[in-house]
């Protein structure tokens, strides 16, 4: 792969594969990945500290930690910026906003988060991380990666949305259409024989044999 104009080979990582591991300094203390085996982890990049769009998400993932925490997820923050800056406009959301900040943020100033993880794109800055954002399920696998430019905020509610579809997803081993939300019926795998076509189950109801829903239990 060509190098950018950082000097820097990009690196993205891949659904479905181990999302790679690191050790970090955040406002929390030192952490690694790893530590979180056993959660989900949502970790996200911004821009820069003391940016209004970035203030804007930090506060929006403040008011749904609670959510997310009934949702076993582990949220981390992450720019190029220093622990002291994080730390200083921590304490500025704080007093300006009136809301805490109750997860970890990554300083990552060395840029081995953001190389790692495939946040440095050169086009949109040479030295600020776009707003990237990874999901991570339990075992540490890499289940989810959205880029955002740096112009627009992101949507909680459609982060923890995807969240809840993923978890939906891997415990009754079914997938989620367009706008699915919670209590929405959910797709099952199209019928693999001919007997199986002529024969669905009880409880799916049938567009067309391979269009299958049905309702989850509550």
């Known amino acids: 792969m060509e190098m950018n104009d ?7 990582p891949r ?5 790679p591991d690191f050790e970090a300094i955040t406002t929390f203390g ?14 996200y990049s911004h821009p820069a500290d003391f940016t209004p769009v970035c203030t804007t998400e930090f506060i929006g993932f403040a008011d749904a930690q609670e959510e997310l925490a009934a949702l076993n997820v582990q949220l981390l923050g992450l720019s ?31 840029m081995k988060v953001s190389r790692l993880y495939g946040m440095l794109h050169p086009a949109a800055s040479n030295t600020q991380a776009v707003r990237a954002l990874f999901i ?38 079914v997938n989620t259409g367009a706008n699915w939300q919670p ?3 959910v ?6 024989t001919v007997v199986a076509m002529d ?14 829903t049905k309702t989850l239990p509550e």
């Not at 950082?6 to 993205?12: C, D, K, N, R, V």
């Not at 797709?187 to 693999?192: D, E, L, N, Q, W």
């Not at 024969?199 to 299958?212: E, G, K």
């Open 6 to 12: 950082m000097g820097i080979t990009p690196t993205l």
């Open 15 to 19: 659904l479905n594969e181990p999302a």
């Open 30 to 43: 030192p952490m690694k990945l790893s530590d979180y085996r056993g959660k989900w982890v949502l970790m």
């Open 80 to 110: 190029i910026d220093s622990v002291f800056s994080h730390l200083a406009w921590v304490h500025a959301i704080q007093e300006k906003f009136g809301k805490h900040v109750p997860f970890p943020i990554i300083a990552d100033i060395d």
């Open 136 to 173: 991570i399920d339990p075992e540490g696998i890499m289940r989810l990666m959205m880029y955002y430019p740096m112009t627009t905020g992101r949507n909680i509610q459609e982060v923890i949305r995807v969240i809840k579809a993923l978890q939906t997803a891997d415990a009754y081993k």
């Open 183 to 185: 209590g929405d019926p």
């Open 187 to 192: 797709i099952v795998s199209p019928p693999k």
């Open 199 to 212: 024969s669905p189950n009880q409880d799916v109801t049938c567009t067309d044999w391979y269009f299958c």
